[in-house]
T-cell receptor
């Protein structure tokens, strides 16, 4: 099966702790994205990567970091600098016509 | 920046009715549009797309209409079923950009 996987599905973070969200795709897509979704709001772009070893900040990058060492993987780290990290995080990759395919999401809660 | 918006945040229909969900976009450079369906607690699913050289595209029980004159996009769902209950949102892609803009979404509630 081709698709995007995210793990874990649920994640709890303590104050001052860094956590990393995993995103893997086997669609052979070059571009990958991280979005944050809050209740009643649209998707907000955190970071995106158009190619391996390259990534760009999105609209709300502060307090987050990413890496793109492999085409298939685009992990997101939520650092202690992110003051309000509780949200639903979505990873996506885009195909030939820039249509985005999303993973199942990770719900992060700060304890 | 420019944004995509939706007219109605919530739409309630009876099972079997046809549903119409609307979306206004403001970037005249957008040339590719997508509708997504997002069920509670899940990632968005691609439903249907349309390019700016088309006015209408049909899928299985869904039709997307594009009116470039007024920058309006709509999603029509025929014979709506309880399983169609979800949040639907549109996305626009400006030509040459990797970054789509997403609308807030409309919550569709289908009553049996």
């Amino acid at each position: 099966d081709g698709g995007i996987t995210q793990s874990p599905k649920y994640l709890f973070r303590k104050e001052g702790q860094n956590v990393t969200l995993s995103c893997e795709q086997n669609l052979n897509h070059d571009a990958m994205y991280w979005y944050r979704q809050d209740p009643g709001q649209g998707l907000r772009l955190i970071y995106y990567s158009q190619i391996v070893n390259d990534f760009q900040k999105g609209d709300i990058a502060e307090g987050y970091s990413v890496s793109r060492e492999k085409k298939e993987s685009f992990p997101l780290t939520v650092t202690s600098a992110q003051k309000n990290p509780t949200a639903f995080y979505l990873c996506a990759s885009s195909g030939l016509f820039n249509e985005q395919f999303f993973g199942p999401g990770t719900r992060l809660t700060v304890l | 920046g420019e944004s995509v918006g939706l007219h109605l945040p919530t739409l309630s229909v009876q099972e079997g009715d046809n549903s119409i969900i609307n979306c206004a976009y403001s970037n005249s450079a957008s040339d590719y549009f997508i509708w997504y369906k997002q069920e509670s607690g899940k990632g968005p699913q691609f439903i249907i797309d349309i390019r700016s050289n088309m006015d209408k595209r049909q899928g299985q029980r869904v039709t997307v209409l594009l009116n470039k004159t007024v920058k309006h996009l709509s999603l029509q769902i025929a014979a709506t079923q309880p399983g169609d209950s979800a949040v639907y949102f549109c996305a626009e892609n400006p030509g040459g950009s990797y970054i789509p803009t997403f609308g807030r979404g409309t919550s569709l509630i289908v009553h049996p």
